[in-house]
Each structure stands twice: as structure tokens, then as C-alpha cells.
T-cell receptor
Framework: AQSVSQHNHHVILSEAASLELGCNYS??????LFWYVQYPGQHLQLLLK??????LVKGIKGFEAEFIKSKFSFNLRKPSVQWSDTAEYFC?????????FGTGTSLTVIP | DTAVSQTPKYLVTQMGNDKSIKCEQN?????MYWYKQDSKKFLKIMFS???????INETVPNRFSPKSPDKAHLNLHINSLELGDSAVYFC?????????????FGSGTQLSVL
């Protein structure tokens, strides 16, 4: 069965630290890749997406992610986090008409 | 045990029919949701139910009606299905009332309207 793995369940960082959240998937075909963010008390927002082309994609609020096909990975990065980045981050993979979510990574940024 | 389960996984039907998608969560959460994956593959919230009461209805045609017999179940009924209803629908749940807690998603139902 297809799966999406987010190995970091809970990450705690100080402001200005760099962030990298891992996402790996287990599908060998063509994929569309997403990172969604859920701020406290709010619904999902799309951070960024990859459909094709440049494997390094930039999203909102200074986030970026790199698609490495050989590693089946789509890790999320931000060079310098802010307190307002405290949220749940979900990686998702779309293959054909199927959509698979990771279990989410909780990020807490300490001022 | 699956935390959030929705059935069926696939649903193929004719235009004009009425169909339902069921969702159940065994996490003890207070709030359940229906999301739709749109044509651009983005997820959008449709409904939110807290303790059997509707708290969000995001500009969804009234052919779509959520039904929550108890807080562990939120079913989605769709009347007079149209071609444009073809999409993947996701159920989710979270703890908490007016503030959305961490979401737990079902595996999706792929609806195809012919």
C-alpha cells in the first residue's frame, strides 16, 4: 500500500533556527506533492506544491521544499523560523486520483 | 484499528443519482469535517461538525448535506449528482470545539459521476 512518512512527530526550535521536516513516500510512479500547514485553531492552508519542473519549490512565508525522486522524498525547509510558524505540518502525495497524508509534524517555535 | 475510516473508497454513479459517503472516527474527537479535493488537487473544507452541530458550511451547494447521528459519525449525502461533483472527498476529525485541533484524515473516497 502507498504511504507517506513524516518521521519527525514533534519538533521544537528556537526562533531564527533553521528547519527541515522530512517527508518520504512509497509510490514509484508520477506524483504530485504538497505541504499543508495547520496553524493553531485553524484549517489547512497550502504551503507549497510540486507537480513538475524545478524540483526545488518555493512556497509562502519563506518555506521551500525539494523533491528528490531517487530518495522518494519531499522535505520542507525554512532557513530561519519564527514564533508564528508554530503549527502542524502535513505532507501529502497525490498519485492519480489518490491522495495520501502523512501523520503530521508538530512544530513549536520558542521565542 | 483505523482512526478515521470512510466508505466506500470508490463510488461510480450516474448523473442525477443520490449517494452517501460514510465516515466514522474512533478517536473520541468532538469535531469532524468533510474536505473536497478540487480540480487543482488542493484540499478545501466543506463542512465542520462539532458535537453533532454544523459549525462551518463553506459555500457548498445545498445538494450536499452532512448528517451526524452521533459525534463519532459524519456522513455526507449528495443529491442529484452532477458531473462536477467528481472528486476525492476526505473525512477528518480533531479534538476541540471552536478551535480546530490537529486533524486526522480518512483515506478518501473517489467519486466519479458519469
Amino acid at each position: 500500500a502507498q504511504s507517506v512518512s513524516q518521521h519527525n512527530h514533534h519538533v521544537i526550535l528556537s526562533e531564527a533556527a533553521s528547519l527541515e521536516l522530512g517527508c518520504n513516500y512509497s509510490y514509484g510512479g508520477t506524483v504530485n506533492l504538497f505541504w499543508y500547514v495547520q496553524y493553531p485553531g485553524q484549517h489547512l492552508q497550502l504551503l507549497l506544491k510540486y507537480f513538475s519542473g524545478d524540483p526545488l519549490v518555493k512556497g509562502i512565508k519563506g518555506f521551500e521544499a525539494e523533491f528528490i525522486k531517487s530518495k522518494f522524498s519531499f522535505n520542507l525547509r525554512k532557513p530561519s523560523v519564527q514564533w508564528s510558524d508554530t503549527a502542524e505540518y502535513f505532507c501529502a502525495v497525490n498519485t492519480g486520483n489518490q491522495f495520501y497524508f502523512g501523520t503530521g509534524t508538530s512544530l513549536t517555535v520558542i521565542p | 484499528d483505523t482512526a478515521v475510516s470512510q466508505t466506500p473508497k470508490y463510488l461510480v454513479t450516474q448523473m442525477g443519482n443520490d449517494k452517501s459517503i460514510k465516515c466514522e472516527q474512533n478517536l473520541g474527537h468532538d469535531t469532524m469535517y468533510w474536505y473536497k479535493q478540487d480540480s487543482k488537487k488542493f484540499l478545501k473544507i466543506m463542512f465542520s461538525y462539532n458535537n453533532k452541530e454544523l459549525i462551518i458550511n463553506e459555500t457548498v451547494p445545498n445538494r450536499f448535506s452532512p448528517k451526524s447521528p452521533d459525534k463519532a459519525h459524519l456522513n455526507l449525502h449528495i443529491n442529484s449528482l452532477e458531473l462536477g461533483d467528481s472528486a476525492v472527498y476526505f473525512c477528518a476529525s480533531s479534538q476541540g470545539g471552536s478551535r480546530v485541533g490537529k486533524l486526522f484524515f480518512g483515506s478518501g473516497t473517489q467519486l466519479s459521476v458519469l
